[in-house]
């Protein structure tokens, strides 16, 4: 796909990686769609686009609730005419072990409340926002691609059921729906980033995040761009579908 007039749609597209990918995107004259819950970061992200010249819009919706995403994409065909591509990046961590227990005694556990958290903004807003994107896709019959941001954490880390399921979901989902789509010209990918150097990673416990960089045999976090480059590489390349792009500094969990 060639990038230049394309309009994608961002989740959680007004800070971190989302903004690092809608401003890389932009640079190559495509046109971002950007999706958040906060819309401060999202008026400043579109500001951004719109200094690099391209046309750029904020929607403010909640990925996990069907309703909203599914107004927030009629809205998106509405303003723009089509979607050629989507990148399904808004995430949370809601981290916590599994159980804790001391001398016997079970202490903590992990709450339904934050496995379910997880799930449904990490797991059943890719769902949902990839089945409306395939849906306006095929009706405006555009050939489109849907990029599933996962993470290094699918393999399993501690602290992280909640994400971690949800990040190994991510990629059953793309493989699923790249073997699904194909015939309607539409192709999936996902990235599975390590440690990047956004809010949510420079929030872990100081210990834990000091532990986890000091294995990245890169000796340092990734910088967004580095992901964005790996979204525009799957948009673009148009033999890319339903496989996982590692970008992690060869760390292994
Ligand atoms: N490796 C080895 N041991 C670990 C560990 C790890 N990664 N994580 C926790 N432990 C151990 C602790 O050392 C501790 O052991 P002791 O009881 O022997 O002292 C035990 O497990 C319990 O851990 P805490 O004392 O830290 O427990 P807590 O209840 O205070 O905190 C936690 C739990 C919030 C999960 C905290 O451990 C934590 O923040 N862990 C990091 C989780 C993580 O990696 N998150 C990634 C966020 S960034 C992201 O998700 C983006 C992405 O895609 C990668």
Redesign the pocket.
Known sequence: MNLQDKVIVITGGGQGLGRAMALHLAKKGAKPALIDMNPEALDETVGLCLELGVEARAYVANVADESSVTEVFDSIVAEFGAIHGLVNNA?I?R???FI?A?DGEVT?RMSLDQWRQVIDVNLTGVFLCGREAATKMIETGSEGCIVNI????RAG????TN?SAA?AGVVALTTTWAKELARFGIRTGAI?????G?E??M???P???D??TAGIPAKRVGEPDEIAHAVAFILENDYFSGRVIEVDGALR?
């Open positions: 995430g961590t981290d916590a072990m804790k001391k903590k996962s993470s290094i954490s880390n501690m602290g992280q994400y990040k599975a980033p390590g440690f990047i956004t949510m990673v929030n872990m416990k210990e834990a995040l532990k986890m969990l």
